[in-house]
């Protein structure tokens, strides 16, 4: 029995992760496994009704799970950072989740709006505990016209070494040759320095890896210009956060973006990309691929590979076949997308005996 923690959270969140259960509850007869989903209600709702976000006895709890999915959290009415930083961030902190993993592929080349695009294939590895994430600063004088705000840049030579490492090692275990060091070295040359100097240091250990570095801005340019040159990327907190959404957009959007936030060996955290996006929230057209790829994550994670690839393959089938939402230039609601791969899955099971 595999125990799964579910937050939905809030506006499309809870949308997206219905299907992502329709899909895993499907997995559960294809595959012989069995999931035991145990829901939580943290989000904005039970915070307006509660004043709670995420209490401590929740991440006590979860450390006895093998995952939790995670839907997305945000709510226009309740001030910007409250639900962000007491719900998803306090997940990845208290939890050590130190790597946010994000793959940028496209499944199709219709759906990049570059010219002449076939093949865009990269994974971000962004460290997801320190940066300017890590929540240290404060106010001087706050509200006065001579105001101090300042937040400040977290880099540990032990947090930056690990996620450095984690590329490498996830290069090497899937095949791939090259990793991309993304950081502003030029003008942050102190926190970036240790960036340099630590990736130089690990990548001595992998010689039959090639290393490949741009500054962020220089990046941003050549994911546009090239996107189909990079392998594994790994970027700092804030970095990553921001070239996540852009490398989403040139394979599709943020309706296909999926991320596991990992610690290897220890409960993990799966989520799509994408907010809780008030905007089409309750209209049932958000796109659920992206919650659905993400449990195709978290079975990876979990060892179930199989399942993993199939959800992959059903997910570019329907794709293929553009059973899709609005946002991809499909008809189908949300719940319509997931029974096309819930379909797709069944008939590519069976091909594959
Ligand atoms: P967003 O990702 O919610 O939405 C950005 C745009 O993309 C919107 O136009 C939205 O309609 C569209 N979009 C996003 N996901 C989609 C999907 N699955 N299908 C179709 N269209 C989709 O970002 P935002 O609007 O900047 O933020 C809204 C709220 O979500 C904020 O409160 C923010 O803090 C929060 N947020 C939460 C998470 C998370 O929980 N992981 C991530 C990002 C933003
Ligand atoms: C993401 C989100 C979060 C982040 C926010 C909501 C805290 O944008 O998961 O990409 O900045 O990491
Ligand atoms: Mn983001």
């Known amino acids: 029995m595999i125990k799964i923690a579910v937050i939905p959270g809030d506006g499309i969140g809870k949308e997206v992760v219905a299907e992502g259960l329709k899909v895993l509850k499907k997995i559960e007869q294809l595959a012989n496994v069995s999931f035991d989903f145990q829901e939580y209600p943290f989000g904005a709702d039970h915070y307006l009704k509660t004043g709670e976000t995420l209490p401590d006895w929740a991440i006590e709890e979860f450390r006895n799970f093998d995952a939790i999915y995670f839907g997305a959290i945000g709510d226009p009415r ?7 930083h007491g719900i998803l961030l306090k997940l990845r902190f208290s939890l050590d989740l130190y790597i946010n993993l994000r793959p940028v592929k496209l499944y199709h080349p219709r759906l990049t709006p570059i010219k002449g695009k076939e093949k865009i294939d990269m994974i971000f590895v962004r460290e ?8 240290a600063g404060g106010f001087l004088r706050r509200g006065t016209p001579q105001e101090v705000a300042i937040q400040e840049m977290i880099n540990t030579r032990y947090g930056v070494e690990r996620a ?24 942050l040359t102190y926190a970036h320095d240790l960036w340099q100097r630590v990736f130089a240091e690990v990548s001595n250990d992998y010689p039959e890896i090639e290393t490949d570095h741009y500054y962020v801005d ?58 809780s996006a ?11 691929l992206a919650a659905i790829l993400t449990a195709s994550l978290m079975l990876e994670h979990l060892g179930l590979d199989k399942a993993a690839h199939m959800i992959e393959k ?12 609005p ?7 949300t719940n319509e997308v997931g029974d096309a791969v819930v379909e797709a899955l069944e008939v590519l099971w069976d091909e594959e005996g």
């Open 78 to 84: 309740v001030k910007p950072g409250v639900l962000e």
């Open 278 to 288: 008030p905007d089409i929230a309750g209209k049932g057209i958000a796109n659920p």
């Open 327 to 333: 946002d991809l230039g499909g008809s189908l609601k």
């Open 128 to 135: 997801n505990t320190e940066g300017l994430y890590a929540g």
């Open 314 to 325: 059903a997910v570019a089938r329907v794709i293929e076949e553009n059973k899709v939402t």
């Open 218 to 275: 220089a990046m941003a340019m050549k994911m546009i210009r090239s996107p189909e040159i990079f392998e594994v990327v790994v970027t700092p907190n804030m970095f990553g956060d921001i070239l996540t959404d852009l490398g989403a957009e040139i394979v599709g959007g943020l309706g296909l973006a999926a991320s596991g936030n990992i610690h290897p060996g220890r409960v993990s955290m799966f989520e799509p990309v994408h907010g």
């Open 164 to 187: 450095v490492r984690f590329a490498f090692e996830y290069a090497k275990k899937t095949g791939r040759k090259k990793v991309t060091l993304v950081d502003k070295a030029n003008v």
